[in-house]
T-cell receptor, first 118, second 117 residues
């Protein structure tokens, strides 16, 4: 069975600091997909990134970067020069490869609440 | 930009009543999902729907729950006899094949907050 662990429940940083959110996953599949979603105080879930298990290249998007390491089953998310608008709950999620059932259900971690203090 | 919409944004109902939560997925998407999030907890998968039938469902999705795509646009979740523990945020999501990949990125609606009293 698949599992996602986000050990950090809450993190507080001062604006402009860098912060890394940890995500560790478990799966028996060799093909799987990893995601990060942002949930701001308004409650919606905002898709940030998808990563395929066969592509370990790290990715950078503006102030966001993601470090995927299959050797440690981790998919960590770093925000550089954090801003108050980054305050949200961040969820890491895992979807296993095509099962023949025709869907890709997401298994979420419990989330990390990030508070950026001005 | 296309988005998933959900109505109502907040539903209050009494225990034992039936509720229907409505979703309009992104128009060219093929897969539809319901998830729920009990306050302060993680998001949990309920059910997926493809080609007019349920693809997968979780243990949470018992006989009290049903889903339907009554027309070409709406996707509904019905809870027949609500319980206090059904109080949660319910998210609808839809997905279609991402270009150049076998992965299906799921785009979520804003959610319906269900309160059972």
């Amino acid at each position: 069975a698949q599992k996602v662990t986000q050990a950090q429940t809450e993190i507080s940083v001062v604006e402009k600091e860098d912060v890394t959110l940890d995500c560790v996953y478990e799966t028996r599949d060799t093909t799987y997909y990893l995601f990060w979603y942002k949930q701001p105080p308004s409650g919606e879930l905002v898709f940030l990134i998808r990563r395929n298990s066969f592509d370990e290249q790290n990715e950078i998007s503006g102030r966001y970067s993601w470090n995927f390491q299959k050797s440690t089953s981790s998919f960590n998310f770093t925000i550089t020069a954090s801003q108050v608008v980054d305050s949200a709950v961040y969820f890491c999620a895992l979807s296993e490869g095509y099962s023949g059932a025709g869907s890709y259900q997401l298994t979420f971690g419990k989330g990390t609440k990030l508070s950026v203090i001005p | 930009e296309p988005e998933v919409t959900q109505t109502p944004s907040h539903q209050v109902t009494q225990m034992g009543q039936e509720v229907i939560l409505r979703c309009v997925p992104i128009s060219n998407h093929l897969y539809f999902y319901w998830y729920r999030q009990i306050l302060g907890q993680k998001v949990e998968f309920l059910v997926s729907f493809y080609n007019n039938e349920i693809s997968e469902k979780s243990e949470i999705f018992d006989d009290q729950f049903s889903v339907e795509r009554p027309d070409g646009s709406n996707f509904t979740l019905k809870i027949r006899s609500t319980k206090l523990e059904d109080s949660a945020m319910y998210f609808c999501a839809s997905s279609a094949r991402a270009s150049g990949s076998n992965s299906y990125e799921q785009y979520f609606g804003p959610g319906t907050r269900l309160t059972v009293t």
